[in-house]
Each structure stands twice: as structure tokens, then as C-alpha cells.
């Protein structure tokens, strides 16, 4: 998310992760040094009777601090999270508050007396392989295994595919990501009714349109030339389509030459060609500005998650209908060109010296509520983690979302190495910067990123982590 309002990324994130790790590489060691090594603390505030409606024994008269990012999408969805919360535990206060500052505001409390739920998020937000390392952040497998809020199997059977596993690190469970975003790229389908466009499937097909866009004196594509991490989205995405599963696994595990795969490179080089052939809107926009300049009808096409309408709701223009669709693959020879980019993001976090972490789970546990994820969906045009969600939301941005997802195949575009090495996402947003600007070519994108790759493989400083899906 950004770090503005209507914020970033998540602004929104989630993001989300890669712009908030660049700004953490050096002082999140220093300012979490003080519990560094350290294991997490015990809750100070056990005792409490556990019940299937209290799992974690949250005592009548506790109070729960909860810090929310006031990102793209709002913050009114936690609170009415509050009421669900207040709806079981009456006697128990949350004070809750807003903020799109969470580095600056809650990290230097993490070593004394942090909050006891934070939602990590933005382009100022906690560098998570600082937190894991560091045992900042309490693993919270037990949430998974607790009932869930309306007694129905545990919180982890109401999940969405993909969201414990977004929130796992080093084999544990620390971030319950609340949104479940689905990325692809954005058109106004009143416009394309109107032209006679089929929005592309291919790359080719979009070259092939391209020309028809600029002939009505619109720009093909628009996208955040400010924040590196918003066009790497679209191109970890297209290297999964083109170059497959295994590959980016391969470029997440750090394995050797792992950038020098079949298929990443021509993934590349189509969004090279785009570039050269001037299908981009001109201009050092961020995001708000690449998406208003969108809604605006001066690009036909923009890439971002499906925090877009909750983010930019107040200058939709009427008649405008914003529609979803899935990431352009390069057609035949792309292994997995069904595959969509989508999971959890906006990851709350219960610091391990939280003074009430019991009642920070329960709330966890109301955030992730049936009740709590369709007040979520109807608020945020968006979906929550929870399954069901935006079932009973009439939206046609959040429609294509879902069917895009019907339609997707079980294994969704999933990239590791920005949360695992601060390092290598920095560069990675560097180098997306520079190749939508123009300023290098794919391939010295691909030799760039496989250096960078080799110098983390090496330092043995760094802990290394890996995955298998």
C-alpha cells in the first residue's frame, strides 16, 4: 500500500512488502536489536477461563491496543470489526487508532512496550524477516487451530488457498494477511463496449490492439513509475507465466543461475518492447496519479490489486466500469499461462511483548469472522482471506475479481524473495524502475538480478529461508 490517502498499495500494500523493506534494510536491525535472539515473551495476561467462545482466555476488564493502516483501504472495516469483537467480550476495551506511519510509530516500541496488534502495512511498514528474525513477532499457529469466531471448524478451515501460507515463515505462522487482492490488468469495459476492444489474453494480442488505443489519442498502458515494487508485480508475474512454477521457486530458494531460466528473459523482454515501442503513458506518475490519469480515459490499461475502487472511490467518473482482467501470458510457449496472481496481504502482526496478546488474538480471530469479512468485502470492494466473502457484494470490479478466480487453477503466482531478503527486494524494486523507465534492457535486468541473487546466496550472515510451494 502506499503511503499516502488514499495510500499506496495497499497502499495497499500489500505494497506493500517490497517498498517497506527497502526502507528498512539498515535500521530495522538497529532499532529491534534490543530483542534480537530473544524468544518470545510470555503473555502477561493469562489466567483467563478459556471457552469455545474464548479460546484464549481474554479476561473482563483487559484492554487490547490495535494499530490499523489507513491505507487504500480505509479503516472503517476494522471497526467494524470492533463491534464484532464487542459483540462476545463487552467488558473487554479495544483502543483502536489509525495511522500510515507504522515503522516510525510502532517499531521503536517493539524492544520495550509495542502495541498488541499491529496491522503491517505500506510503504513505511516493519521489514518481516527483520521481525521474524529477531523474534519481535509471536507465531500465532494456535489462532489457526482455535475455533473459528461463528463456531464452525477452526480459523483455519475458513481461509482462502494460499493465506496461511503467506503468513508462514521459517515453518511457523506469524502474519494473518485480512485482504486476499487479486492482481491483473484493469479496463474501463464501458470503453471497450464502446470501441468494439476484447480485452488481450497475450501480449500479442495486446501489440495488436495497441495501435487501435493510440489511434483514439489514449495511451495503451499507464502504470506507477514512482514505487519499484508495483510494475515488479506484473513482471514476476509474467516470468511465472512464461518460465513456470518451478522457476520462480528456483529464483525464491536463491538455486544457482536460477534468473537465466528458459522463459524469464523473453518474459521480460515483452514489457522491453512495450517500453521502446512507446505504449506508455509519458510521465513520473505515482500510484494514485497512474490510476486517476486511468479514470481520467488517458490509458486504456492499468496493472494493480483489487484495492483500486475502494482506493480511488471518490473520483470514479460516471459510467465508468472497471473491469479485472488476468495478466497477459506470451501465448504458446508460456508453461503455466493459466495461472493467476492472487493471495493474502495487509498482514497484522501480535508483537511477542504485547502486554495483552490474548485479546489480541480474539481479535484476530473477529477479524477473520464471517461477519467481520463480509462488512470487509461490502466496504472495501474487495476481498477479504475468509472464504465467502464477497459472495453477496453486487460490484462489477469485484465480480471480474471473482471470476477470475473461479476460473483459476488451484496453484496461484506466489513470489518469496522480497518478504525472505530485504537486499534483493530493494534491488529488484531498483531494477523494475529502471527497466519500465527505459534506462536498462531486460537483459541487463536478468544479469543484475542473478548478481544480486549470488551475493545474498553468499553471505553467510544472512539467514537464509526457502520454499517448496
Not at 27 to 42: D, Y
Not at 450 to 461: G, T
Amino acid at each position: 500500500m502506499a503511503d499516502t490517502n488514499p495510500a499506496d498499495l495497499s497502499r495497499r500494500t500489500l505494497l506493500r512488502r517490497a517498498a517497506a523493506a527497502g526502507l528498512l534494510v539498515t535500521p530495522a536491525a538497529g532499532l529491534l536489536s534490543a530483542c534480537a535472539g530473544s524468544e518470545p515473551s510470555k503473555s502477561t495476561d493469562t489466567g483467563g477461563s478459556t471457552s469455545a467462545d474464548n479460546p484464549f482466555g481474554v479476561k473482563d476488564g483487559s484492554a487490547v491496543k490495535v494499530v490499523i493502516f489507513n491505507g487504500g483501504l480505509g479503516d472503517q472495516w476494522a471497526k467494524e470489526d470492533q463491534t464484532v469483537f464487542k459483540a462476545k467480550h463487552p467488558n473487554v476495551t479495544v483502543n483502536m487508532s489509525s495511522t500510515q506511519k507504522i515503522k516510525t510509530e510502532e517499531q521503536p516500541k517493539m524492544a520495550t512496550q509495542p502495541s498488541d496488534l499491529v496491522m503491517n502495512s505500506g510503504a513505511d511498514m516493519m521489514d518481516i524477516s527483520t521481525l521474524v528474525n529477531e523474534g519481535a513477532i509471536e507465531p500465532l499457529d494456535d489462532l489457526l487451530k482455535a475455533p473459528a469466531w461463528e463456531g464452525e471448524g477452526t480459523v483455519a478451515d475458513t481461509l482462502l488457498p494460499g493465506t496461511v501460507e503467506d503468513g508462514t515463515f521459517q515453518d511457523k505462522f506469524y502474519v494473518v494477511n485480512v485482504a486476499f487482492t487479486v492482481w491483473g490488468n484493469w479496463y474501463n469495459g464501458a470503453l471497450f463496449d464502446k470501441e468494439g476492444w476484447q480485452p488481450p489474453k497475450t501480449f500479442d494480442e495486446f501489440f495488436a490492439l495497441a495501435p487501435k488505443i493510440k489511434a483514439k489519442g489514449i495511451a495503451p498502458y499507464v502504470h506507477d513509475a514512482v514505487h519499484g515494487y508495483y510494475p515488479r508485480w506484473a513482471l514476476m508475474a509474467t516470468i511465472w507465466k512464461s518460465a513456470g512454477k518451478q522457476v520462480v521457486v528456483d529464483i525464491d530458494n536463491l538455486k544457482e543461475n536460477a534468473w537465466k531460466a528458459d522463459g524469464v528473459l523473453p518474459a521480460l523482454q515483452v514489457w522491453e518492447k512495450m517500453v521502446k515501442d512507446k505504449l506508455l503513458l509519458p510521465g513520473n506518475l505515482n500510484h494514485t496519479q497512474s490510476q486517476q490519469a486511468w479514470l481520467d480515459g488517458k490509458a486504456a490499461f492499468i496493472q494493480v490489486g483489487t484495492w483500486l475502487k475502494n482506493e480511488m472511490a471518490a473520483t470514479i467518473p460516471p459510467g465508468f466500469e472497471m473491469k479485472l482482467s488476468d495478466y497477459w501470458g506470451l501465448g504458446a510457449s508460456d508453461k503455466a499461462p493459466g495461472d493467476v496472481f492472487a493471495g493474502a496481504g495487509e498482514g497484522l502482526v501480535v508483537p511477542s511483548k504485547a502486554p495483552n496478546k490474548a485479546a489480541a488474538k480474539e481479535f484476530l480471530r473477529a477479524v477473520l469472522s464471517k461477519a467481520g469479512a463480509a462488512k470487509y468485502a461490502e466496504l472495501t470492494k474487495s476481498l477479504a482471506s475468509t472464504k465467502g466473502s464477497g459472495d453477496n457484494v453486487q460490484d462489477s470490479a469485484l465480480t471480474t475479481a471473482n471470476e477470475l478466480m473461479k476460473n483459476a487453477p488451484k496453484t496461484l503466482i506466489k513470489t518469496k524473495f522480497w518478504d525472505f531478503y530485504a537486499d534483493l527486494d530493494k534491488e529488484s524494486q531498483n531494477l523494475s524502475e529502471e527497466l519500465m523507465a527505459g534506462r536498462i534492457t531486460a537483459q541487463q535486468f536478468v544479469d543484475k538480478m542473478q548478481a544480486a541473487a549470488d551475493k545474498v546466496a553468499k553471505d553467510s550472515s544472512i539467514k537464509k529461508q526457502t520454499r517448496t510451494a
